[in-house]
């Protein structure tokens, strides 16, 4: 009897083993270049040991959507995805409707303490009001120009579609290396200024098309302007190839959508040097009662079907709270360049960019006082955040191309985005 009972207690550890291991594994997608991502996952699984994580790592996201996609729909998949709004090509909105990622309201309720995360930005992870993925960073659309141009003309940052609109009419009967208003001419482009107007082309909760029209004509006008001076832009982009400072000598706005922290340091220095005139920066366009707009970069779900719900959420929150860095390193695998959702390490990054300088073209000087008050004031301005759906984006810069390159009016390629978007929702 004594024998048995010793067996049946041997079997019961060996069994609560294999459940303590099975509920600890945990198999994570990643793209192996994306440092925040990289460089944290292997964080955690130095500092925790007692669970099996199984990384899958990407060469491109291209690659992961394909795989996580098909996997998904048929139940499977890792437990843990995540995603870089600017590479990948994932329908966040469609993914989320469909089911296949586990709700999180559940565990958010831990994280809306304002004091240690911005929560607006946290907010851009719904769908309608039911939360599917963690936003871990985010960046803003920027318009740099100089002082001396602003003044001039009395432009600030609460007219600056007006402002582009008069520069883009000026240049036109101008010389051709006269200042032009520059945009990143991405695939995406009207798109992306439609999202940081907090123009949707879909009411997420309601599954319809809601595009404000008068608001959206306002912003397409923006973008055609750049397209009205394109020949202009591309010869100087051509003319100072291994210049870039010389070129943006010739812009009168130069509009990023790249990190907007660390590009203002950089152009904090660029300016003065070549230029001799103080820069002027701005983030736009402001929203109503002046909040502005801003993009999740970086953000995570988890599988439904996981059967380790609450260690694929601590690996999640343990990303979200991973430390950033904002220091030169911009092409190293250690950089992790777009701005922390997480309030101290948003702070940590402005002290960061206010003690270290760099070298480039001219040495790279220290955020001045008058920056980084600037940066430190950006996100209790933020009042809306947005996850940028690639799809989406294209369709409504398919539709819209002839407006702006002028083969069309405005009001049928509105119509025909109408007629797309609904298509859309009904697939």
Known sequence: MRKICLLFVLLFAIFLCACRKEAQSLTVYVVRDDAL??????????????????????????????????????GKGPDVLLFNSLN????????????????????????????????????????????????MSWNLLQVYSTQDIVNQNGYNDTDIYDALLTEADRLAVEEMYAAASLSLMRA???????????????????????????????????????????EKTQAINSAFRNDFAGAVSHFTFLIENYSFMHNL???????????????????????????????IIHYGAINANTANADAAWNLLQYILDAPFSTDFKKYDAGSRYYSPIT????????????????QGPVRIAPLNPENAAFLRSVPENVSEAYIPNPVLGELVDGCMMDYLTGKATFD?????LENQIRRYLQE
């Open 37 to 74: 991502y990289t460089n944290a996952v292997e964080a955690y699984k130095k500092e925790n040991p007692d669970v099996a994580l199984n990384v899958v790592q990407f060469a491109s996201y291209e690659e992961l959507n394909e795989r996580m996609t098909t996997e998904l729909l048929s």
């Open 265 to 295: 340091r950089f152009y904090q220095t660029l300016y003065p040097s070549y230029m001799q005139q103080q820069m002027y920066a701005a983030y736009f366009p402001q929203l109503e009662g002046n909040g502005l707009s801003a993009q």
């Open 188 to 230: 995406d482009s009207l798109n992306m200024f439609l999202e940081n107007a907090g123009i949707t082309v879909v009411d997420a909760e309601k599954g319809t098309f809601s595009a404000d029209k008068e608001k959206m004509a306002e912003t397409a006008a923006v973008v055609k302007s750049f397209f009205d001076n394109l």
């Open 343 to 358: 309030v101290k390490e948003y702070e940590n990054c402005v002290v960061q960019l206010e003690t270290q300088s760099g």
């Open 88 to 135: 990948s090509t994932t329908d966040y909105y469609k993914l989320s409707q469909s089911g296949v990622f586990l709700p999180l309201d559940s565990y958010m309720t831990a994280l809306q303490d304002q004091s240690r995360y911005y929560t607006t930005l946290l907010d851009a992870g719904k769908v309608g009001d039911q939360q599917y993925v963690l936003p």
């Open 412 to 416: 049928d390629c509105y119509a025909e």
